[in-house]
């Protein structure tokens, strides 16, 4: 609370806006210096996300999962290893970002497809059709979104879930550990 109290240098409006007009542009970049090499694969969802493992309403049945703002696929490389049982569409608003998961060994069309969107403007039924997806992911992506444009985001997905679908999201929380480090 002491080191809180003790920030209080705000980011002017002026940057505020430039960096939310040029946030697309930023993330590709980030994606060009770091290419594959920033984020860990994310080995941890079904053990967090016990919905991935029993969401299914029968044996057998194949689960259609969306990671929305995918990044370069951390998150989806583990699933498709741990499940054989799963289709994944996979977006995100940086192009470089989805060509490296279309570049990934383990990328395979009948299994997954990886596509540009920005999911605060486009529109993810010209990839997915209505009511198709269980599972709706967003791994440290709603944090990226202007709050002002995440109802529109949510919106979009819950356009592409199946009634009964389920969202699943961790991000950032307020006083956490790298907040303060
Ligand atoms: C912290 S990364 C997380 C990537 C991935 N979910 C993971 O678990 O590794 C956040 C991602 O959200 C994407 N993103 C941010 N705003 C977006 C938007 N409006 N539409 C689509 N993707 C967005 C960024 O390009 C970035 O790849």
Not at 93 to 102: L, Q
């Amino acid at each position: 609370m002491e080191k809180l109290g003790n920030d209080r240098v705000l980011v002017s409006d002026f940057k505020q806006q430039k960096l939310e007009t040029d946030a697309q542009k930023n993330w590709d970049l980030f994606y060009k210096r770091n290419t594959t090499n920033f984020f860990k694969d994310r080995h941890w969802t079904t053990r967090e996300f016990d919905e991935l493992k029993n969401c299914r309403e029968s044996e057998g049945q194949k689960l259609v999962l969306l990671e929305a703002g995918c990044g370069v696929g951390n998150c989806i490389f583990p699933l498709l290893e741990e499940d054989l049982n799963i289709f994944i569409y996979a977006c995100d608003f940086s192009p470089r970002a989805v060509e490296f998961v279309k570049k990934n060994a383990l990328y395979c069309t009948e299994r997954c497809l990886a596509f540009q969107c920005d999911l605060t403007k486009d529109d993810l039924q010209a990839n997915i059709q209505v009511g198709t997806v269980d599972v709706a992911t967003l791994i440290f992506v709603l944090s990226a979104i202007h709050p002002d444009k995440m109802q529109k985001s949510l919106e979009q997905i819950y356009k592409v879930l199946r009634p009964g679908g389920i969202v699943l999201f961790r991000d950032y929380g307020l006083y956490d550990h790298a907040m303060f480090f």
